[in-house]
């Protein structure tokens, strides 16, 4: 079998340098996503001849599964070698979360050898004009506009947004503690998760390269986000708490994190929305550039 262990921060580097050579788009190919949802997938990796490669544990009880292999080599024996370990631990290879790119560069190398088929809309990226998120012009986000300008109305000289620094992370994870009490949420199993997710990328916000935002009001925090970039055209925003009784605070931190950090890159990728429909009705309101669209692959033989 491979050589899969957890993840840990010293693999940053080399993790990032295998993502260099395949601009996807996809948060999972993300540094950050893979170390701070460690636990709640069991995410292991190993290196193999230039290559990166990730084994999962779905949440939901299934078997193992894979990212596809990134990096600069021969690409049909990493595939080989996934499909030697699957063998080997007695699972069915699946490899989960495929670009709609890699399909080609699979197909290139094994043609014929897998069968795709689209994930679920519930788990493709929405990704975003930068500009766009800054500036919320056009008619389209003219509601946003409206909100994010009564809120500057309503709570002038009352507001301020701060950058998350390592001293005042403590900040950040109390409101999330708070938000998760405000909004029925606490003890349900995918917010553990959310939670455990979290108070890793807080506790490792420097070394993460890490960049977020306090919005606060009258000096209590009312939001937080947390992103980083991801590669040398896009952010991706891993977390993002408002207080949704206060109108205007979702748009408003949505925007200043933007404002703050995002002047060098195009695309903000704000990640899935797991099915959830407040979640998809938000997302979507703000209009999507694209989508990252996802593909799970399986042996032809597997599929029939």
């Known amino acids: 079998m491979l050589p899969f262990r957890e993840i840990t921060l010293e693999d940053k580097q080399a993790v990032e340098a295998c993502g260099a050579h395949y601009n996807y788009h996809l948060c999972e190919r993300c540094f950050v996503d893979l170390f701070m949802w460690r636990s709640h997938y069991g995410t292991q990796i190993c290196f193999l001849d230039g290559f990166l490669l990730v084994k999962m544990q779905p949440v939901d009880g299934g078997h193992e599964c894979y990212l596809a292999p990134v990096g600069q080599g021969d690409l049909g024996a990493a595939l080989d070698a996934l499909e030697a370990d699957a063998k080997e631990r007695g699972i069915p290879l699946t490899i989960v979360s495929i670009a709609e790119p890699m399909i080609e560069r699979i197909e290139a190398v094994r043609p014929g050898r897998f069968v795709f088929a689209h994930d679920s809309e519930d788990g493709d990226d929405y990704i975003y004009l930068a500009d766009k998120l800054r500036t919320l012009s056009g008619k389209k986000l003219q509601s946003k506009r409206n909100l994010v300008n009564r809120f500057l109305a309503a709570y002038e000289g009352r507001w301020r947004y701060e950058d998350i620094t390592p001293e ?101 990728n704000r990640e899935e929305d797991l099915g959830l429909e407040g979640l998809r009705k938000a997302k979507r309101s703000y209009y999507p550039v694209m989508h990252g669209v996802k593909y799970t692959a399986v042996p032809r033989e597997v599929a029939q």
């Open 168 to 268: 005042t992370t403590r900040e950040a994870y109390a409101f999330h503690l708070k938000w998760c009490i405000q909004n029925g949420c606490a003890h349900d199993r995918d917010f553990e998760g959310e939670t455990c997710a979290i108070v890793q990328a807080l506790e490792n916000f420097a070394a993460l390269d890490l960049r977020g935002g306090l919005l606060k009001l009258d000096g209590e925090v009312i939001a937080f986000t947390l992103g980083c970039r991801a590669s040398e055209d896009m952010y991706v925003v891993q977390i993002e708490k408002a207080d949704h009784d206060i109108a205007g605070a979702y748009q408003m931190i949505n925007q200043q994190f933007v404002l703050h950090n995002c002047d060098e890159v195009e695309y903000v």
